[in-house]
């Protein structure tokens, strides 16, 4: 009986130091660590917010506050002293690496994956119940849109339980912190990231049937109410949190995140951009934040000219890839509801997803260009920047499919003269230092991309980018034995570059992706 109720006390404890997620490094270090990161302590502003303290956090700072006047003071030693550093990535077999891309991607699952988390008191750690894939390289937890792409490659590889584990990792966060987050670590609690929840729910349904909607209809609605969140009290014009109310009848969305301070691991930059832009800088803060909620930090899609970082103004658009990824939720939704025999609600919400649509459609078409582009809503304009992100509707929208047809053969121009290139497609056609602009081409973009074209008719281009794409996979990894977190795909022979970090290799998307197109294109020809 003392043994039950001992595992039982623990077990208690565990539930509660999880639901309780710990505070935010900034909080908890205060002057420590706006020095460390000012100072650059680390080359990485990630590594400190994912180190672990060695002792109670407020012993630590108080021994910095007396401490760090003295004259030879060292904070890094400081810092080594008092904190486990996280772990050096894994090498990935670079030297004897497997010739057969495919065999060496499935090996990497097994590096890549994690073990349900213990709880660790003072790790920005969030704890999660059941094994999950985490990308590689600095990213040492799982991420939201991330693991769709990844996902693609599990199913390939015929490891369906494991996606599963991820997805309950997902509907678990939902439950216990209102939506799911960036990643599973507590700085990455205020924002969320593009919503691929339904797209991997439906992915899940491929292997185990429509049933298992009803499994996960409580944490899609949950999701879907994160986002909605205000809607209702909105009028005409008024924007709050994620929600734009445009007219009379039409809601849409924008990223947005509620912690308008510098991102805990990008805290140097974020303070420097804020200062060289002039502008308000928790306004600033607050666009970056969108910017990483978006998944696209950063790209010209967001800058007012194009070029500059300090022009950004995410909260200000409509993105059309995120109110298609909601058009999809509502229309899982409905499904969902059908199938638990509630008609009514099922209706409700394929009217909503009905209305999305038009409103996309409206909004976010731009009769100009023939392609879909972001809307500003401040300004009432669509955005003339052609980015794989308009493709996004070619590839969930599930009515109208011929009238979809005609818009993808437009929306094929658009995307041979501005983005394809010899290695794939960039991520936009302009060059600005920002690592989601060209020369760089991304994964989850080329295959949204494909998966659209392929979808609504244009299947030679499809292909033509599929194989562009598996070719420069392939060949990187023959020169290096590396997988890319992205890729130059106008000059073959160059790394992709830009960002706030190096380039990172492992890796979750890209494996997925290119395992996922191998099943369905081939490789191909030498």
């Known amino acids: 009986m003392k043994k039950l109720l001992l595992c039982l006390l623990v077990s208690w404890q565990f539930v509660c130091a999880i639901a309780q997620p710990p505070a935010t490094p900034d909080k908890i270090y205060g002057d420590l660590f706006?020095?460390?990161?000012?100072?650059?302590?680390?080359?990485?502003g990630k590594t400190f917010v994912d180190c672990v303290p060695k002792r109670n956090p407020k012993n630590i700072v108080a021994d910095y506050l007396q401490q760090k006047g003295a004259a030879k003071f060292d904070l890094k030693q400081f810092v080594q002293n008092n904190f486990e550093l996280p772990p050096a990535p894994p090498q990935f077999n670079y030297i004897m690496q497997e010739k057969d891309v495919t065999k060496h991607i499935k090996n990497l699952w097994g590096v890549l994956r994690r073990e349900p988390d213990t709880v660790v008191i003072g790790s920005t750690l969030l704890a999660l119940p059941n094994p999950y894939i985490v990308p590689g390289g600095r990213f040492r937890e799982v991420y939201y849109w991330d693991s769709y792409f990844t996902m693609l490659g599990l199913q390939a590889s015929g490891e369906g339980e494991l996606m599963e584990n991820m997805i309950k990792n997902f509907a678990y966060m939902i439950e216990t912190y209102g939506h799911i987050p960036n990643g599973?670590?507590?700085?990455?609690?205020?924002?969320?990231?593009?919503?691929?929840?339904?797209?991997?729910?439906?992915?899940?349904?491929?292997?185990?049937?429509?049933s298992i909607l009803l499994t996960y209809m409580p944490a899609l609605e949950k999701e879907y109410?994160?986002?909605?969140?205000?809607?209702?009290?909105?009028?005409?014009?008024?924007?709050?949190?994620?929600v734009v109310k445009l007219n009379d009848t039409l809601v849409l969305n924008r990223y947005w995140d509620d912690y308008p301070f510098p991102r805990q691991e990008?805290?140097?930059?974020?303070?420097?951009?804020?200062?060289?832009?002039?502008?308000d800088k928790k306004e600033m803060y607050t666009h970056l934040r969108a910017g990483a909620e978006s998944g696209i930090d950063f790209s010209s899609r967001w800058l007012k000219d194009k070029k500059t970082l300090a022009t950004i103004n995410v909260t200000d658009m409509i993105p059309v890839d995120l109110n298609s990824l909601l058009y999809f939720l509502e229309t899982v939704l409905a499904q969902a509801k059908f199938i638990a025999h509630d008609n009514n609600a099922s209706a409700d919400y394929a009217r909503k997803?009905?209305?999305?649509?038009?409103a996309i459609d409206k909004y976010c078409w731009n009769k100009t260009l023939k392609y879909y582009t972001d809307f500003n809503f401040?300004?009432?304009?669509?955005?003339?920047?052609?980015?794989p992100a308009g493709m996004y509707p070619f590839c969930v929208f599930t009515k109208k499919l011929d009238y979809m047809s005609l818009l993808a053969r437009q929306a094929a121009e658009q995307i041979k003269a501005k983005l394809l290139q010899p290695g794939g497609?960039?991520?936009?056609?302009y060059n600005t230092g920002q690592q989601w602009d060209a020369p760089n081409g991304w994964a989850p973009l080329e295959w949204m991309t494909i998966w659209g074209l392929d979808r609504c008719g244009q299947r030679e281009l499809a292909r033509d980018i599929a194989e562009r794409w598996i070719k420069l996979n392939t060949e990187v990894y023959k020169r290096t034995g590396k997988l890319m977190e992205k890729y130059n795909v106008?000059?073959?022979?160059?790394?992709?570059?830009g960002g706030e970090y190096p380039g990172q290799d492992g890796f979750g998307w890209t494996n997925g992706v290119l395992l996922a197109l191998i099943n369905k294109y081939g490789m191909p020809k030498q």
Do not use: H
Not at 225 to 242: C, D, I
Not at 268 to 279: F, H, I, L
Not at 378 to 387: H, L, N
Not at 425 to 429: F, G, K, M, R
């Open 34 to 44: 706006r020095d460390v990161q000012m100072s650059k302590v680390f080359p990485d």
């Open 184 to 210: 599973n670590r507590s700085y990455y609690l205020s924002r969320s990231q593009p919503p691929f929840f339904a797209l991997m729910v439906d992915l899940l349904a491929d292997i185990k049937g429509d």
């Open 225 to 242: 109410e994160f986002w909605m969140e205000g809607a209702g009290k909105l009028k005409t014009g008024q924007a709050a949190r994620r």
């Open 266 to 279: 990008s805290y140097k930059e974020d303070v420097e951009t804020a200062q060289r832009s002039g502008r």
């Open 353 to 358: 997803a009905d209305r999305r649509r038009v």
């Open 378 to 387: 401040r300004t009432r304009k669509a955005s003339d920047v052609v980015t």
């Open 425 to 429: 497609i960039t991520a936009s056609p």
């Open 490 to 497: 106008v000059d073959l022979n160059a790394e992709a570059g």
